[in-house]
């Protein structure tokens, strides 16, 4: 083996050990709102109680984590902290909003997705896929029928027969799927069931 093939070998090794990684922040069209340090601090002051023990625990000053706290309550407009004021004996602290506990579920969540789609081998794998034609077929979206959260339509294809998708409302109006238009139903199905 000369150095040419030993070197693409060894090339094609490493490249087999590099994996994903990610930083993760939720923002609005305006920029960052919410990342993994303010994420520390609302879950140290749901434990500890105060915001002044959550800097502290974190290595941080009071004034540094109050401002990522004041910073991304101007950024939606909403409080995250419910403070109680102590007096000479102590008994002051905080606790968190609706909206401070939402963020927190909805740091975790996207989170978890991003995780599982960073370790799941076959998934990174099927990202490179090209979806099959046989998959993708043609039709005419006869109805559009929607709840408070989700929707059902109903598409005709060529051969005689209706496929029926469910998404969620949010997908619906993202693509502005309305009666009679013409769109391509992409069939990805991991198992089949048959029931009599």
Not at 46 to 61: P, R, V
Not at 78 to 83: A, F, N, Q, R, S
Not at 92 to 119: A, Q
């Amino acid at each position: 083996m000369n150095n040419q093939e030993r070197f693409a070998k060894a090339s094609e090794k490493s490249l087999d050990m590099l994996k994903p990684a990610y930083k993760m922040w939720l923002e609005t069209k305006d920029g960052y709102v919410f990342g993994k340090g303010a994420f520390d601090i609302l879950r140290k002051i749901q434990e500890l109680g105060t915001l002044d023990g959550a800097a502290k625990a974190l290595s941080m000053s009071y004034r540094h984590a109050w401002g990522i706290i004041k910073n991304i309550e101007n950024r939606i407009n909403k409080p995250l902290l419910k403070t109680r004021k102590g007096g000479r004996f102590g008994g002051g602290g905080s606790e968190l909003t609706f909206t401070g506990r939402e963020l927190i579920k909805s740091f975790i969540k996207i989170k978890n997705i991003f995780e599982h789609v960073r370790e799941d081998e076959l998934l990174l794998t099927g990202l490179d896929l090209k979806i099959s034609t046989r998959n993708r077929i043609k039709g005419k979206v006869v109805s559009v029928e929607r709840d408070e959260s989700a929707a059902t339509i109903k598409i005709k294809i060529d051969i005689p027969c209706t496929i029926t998708s469910f998404l969620t409302k949010e997908a619906v109006d993202d693509l502005g799927i309305k009666d009679g238009d013409r769109v391509v139903t992409i069939v990805k199905a991991t198992e089949i069931m048959i029931a009599k």
